[in-house]
């Protein structure tokens, strides 16, 4: 795969940190920690509906 741009987000530590990268019709998802483990990627679609019920807070119930 060509050299991809991981990104991650501000609110993250060292200990806990997933990233995020832009690929044709889609985006990868890892654990910066282990990067070998590999990605689960998600359509554009996916993506979006997840991160919308995360700005809403569907998720907050599962954070520490």
Do not use: I, Q, Y
């Not at 991981?6 to 940190?17: G, N």
């Not at 910066?32 to 509906?49: K, Q």
């Amino acid at each position: 795969m060509n050299e991809l741009t991981w990104r991650k987000s501000s609110f993250t530590s060292p200990e806990t940190c997933v990233e995020v990268a832009a690929v044709p019709g889609g985006v990868l998802v890892r654990n910066s920690n282990a990067p070998e483990a590999g990605t689960v990627e998600f359509t554009r679609a996916e993506f979006g509906a997840w991160l919308r019920g995360c700005k809403a807070g569907e998720f907050d119930d599962l954070a520490v």
